[in-house]
């Protein structure tokens, strides 16, 4: 059974500070990796894919990594601004079976 | 094009009680899904569908009842709420299925209270 582990759990950082979130994964056999951004009360918005075939994703001022054979992936944010603040959720996906890791709450402080 | 939504945002039920929580896409999509999101726990599959007929249980299904008559929709039915099943619901939908590429679209939620 596919477990997705996020660490840490919450993060606050001031203002123009890069970060690193971690999410780690149990089986390797994976068709993709999801990284989500959730914004408190909302749904969940796509940030970036890394396909199983890939090794990282960017978009602006975030960048994915992905190492199927360590279960690991990172999500780097440059340059925090205080509108990076939410959860951000990690999800692998297996066939037909998607599992989500418990979030890392974000705070970026002014 | 609306994307995946879902219907109440918000409901209050007491224990014994029966609703549907709806959810509808525009996009086409094959693949269809019902999550609860739970404090902590990230969230959890309870019933997925791969086309309109066809439907098969997730990670957490007792308690709940869904079915899958048109590609558009996609009901979640609590037969006898309970207390355990106070939750936020998210329906998602995803593209192209089966493949390396496949994205999840998720709807906004329905925040949902069992008393």
């Known amino acids: 059974k596919q477990e997705v582990t996020q660490i840490p759990a919450a993060l606050s950082v001031p203002e123009g500070e890069n970060l690193v979130l971690n999410c780690s994964f149990t089986?390797?056999?994976?068709?993709?990796l999801q990284w989500f951004r959730q914004d408190p009360g909302k749904g969940l918005t796509s940030l970036l894919l890394?396909?199983?075939?890939?090794r990282e994703q960017t978009s602006g001022r975030l960048n994915a990594s992905l190492d199927k054979s360590s279960g690991r992936s990172t999500l780097y944010i440059a340059a925090s601004q205080p509108g990076d603040s939410a959860t951000y959720l990690c999800a692998v996906l297996n066939n037909n079976d998607m599992r989500f890791g418990a979030g890392t709450r974000l705070t970026v402080k002014p | 094009n609306a994307g995946v939504t879902q219907t109440p945002k918000f409901q209050v039920l007491k224990t014994g009680q029966s609703m549907t929580l709806q959810c509808a896409q525009d996009?086409?999509?094959?693949?269809m899904s019902w999550y609860r999101q739970d404090p902590g726990m990230g969230l959890r599959l309870i019933h997925y569908s791969v086309g309109a007929g066809i439907t098969d249980q997730g990670e957490v299904p007792n308690g709940y009842n869904v079915s899958r008559s048109t590609t558009e929709d996609f009901p979640l039915r609590l037969l006898s709420a309970a207390p355990s099943q106070t939750s936020v619901y998210f329906c998602a939908s995803s593209y192209p299925r089966g493949t390396t590429e496949e994205t999840q679209y998720f709807g906004p939620g329905t925040r949902l209270l069992v008393l």
């Open positions: 996009m086409n999509h094959e693949y």
């Open positions: 890394i396909q199983s075939s890939q």
């Open positions: 089986d390797s056999a994976i068709y993709n």
